[in-house]
């Protein structure tokens, strides 16, 4: 790995996979990787750090990726893709999708692979389509549904494990639906780093990258306390379940199918006038 000494600047979530997969990279554990500097910020703000061309690293939406791949690239690793792991839509009565005909859904993000993965299922599901859309962080949407400020809520990240604790229920699982329509894994955060770095640069990023994952892998207690530290309070089982569940071969490297299934969204999310057609070679690394 080629060395530098030039501190690059990253952002990423404080969500316990994140910090998993960077903590040695964060700590100038990686031998030979540049030097980084960190900034934690929720999915919904890096996304717009991307749009704005802040930071050399950020993880960000594949939803995102339309608008930022000019500047970005895609790093083939780091992300978050996998099976069994989509955002679910929840009520507080049990239901069905087609009873959200005209209701307000909240969302943690316009710009998100969540909200993409939701209106293709929407489409499908919901005749007529839902009503209004609410963006919220998504630490408020599980209280707002059970306190009745919105009729749904999209969730993602843990609330896959905490969500009946607020006494609700599950209407549909998006990732359900995505992979019985397309039999690919789902793609959820990606990595991507600034292409004025150079070739060289952002190959040395993604072996840093893909390295950290290893170590990571390699000690999972190493990373521990800084995965606490700041998972906001997180029981430390729901951490693992987490890591668990957003942590795996496509973080190391994100393949023929991993590639497949963020065409597949974009393109899929394209034809339904949701994000910018992609060029050919724009997920080209």
């Keep these: 790995m080629t060395s530098t000494t030039e501190t690059l600047r990253i952002a990423y979530s404080p969500c316990p996979n994140d910090t998993f997969v960077f903590h040695a990279w964060a700590h100038g554990q990686v031998p030979g990787a540049p030097p980084i500097d960190v900034a934690f910020a929720d999915i919904d703000i890096t996304n717009g750090m991307a749009e704005r061309g802040e930071f050399d690293i950020l993880k960000v939406s594949y939803a995102v990726l339309p608008w930022v791949l000019d500047e970005y690239a895609l790093l083939p690793c780091g992300g978050a893709l996998g099976r069994g792991c989509g955002p679910l839509v929840l009520t507080r009565e049990a239901g069905t999708g087609a009873e959200l005909t005209g209701k307000t859904v909240a969302v943690p993000s316009e710009r998100s692979t969540a909200y993409l993965l939701f209106r293709l299922w929407a489409a499908a599901e919901v005749p007529g389509g839902v009503g209004e859309i609410v963006v ?44 019985q329509t397309t039999g690919l894994p789902i793609p959820l955060g990606a990595i991507i780093a600034k292409r004025s770095l150079g070739s060289e640069k952002l190959h040395a990023l993604a072996e840093a990258t893909r390295a950290s994952v290893h170590m990571a892998w390699d000690d999972p207690e190493a990373s521990r306390a800084y995965v606490l530290e700041h998972s906001q309070e997180m029981d430390p089982k729901v951490a693992e379940q987490h890591i668990g569940l957003y942590v795996n071969e496509f973080t190391a490297d994100l393949g023929d199918d991993g590639y497949a299934a963020v065409r597949g969204l974009l393109t899929r999310a394209a034809a339904e006038g949701l994000v910018p057609p992609l060029s050919p070679d724009a997920l080209t690394f």
């Design 136 to 179: 919220l962080p998504f630490h408020e949407i599980m209280p707002a549904v059970r306190d009745g400020k919105v009729d749904a809520g999209l969730v993602i990240h843990e609330a896959r494990f905490t969500y009946q604790q607020y006494g609700l229920h599950k209407v549909a699982d998006m990732g359900e639906h995505w992979e």
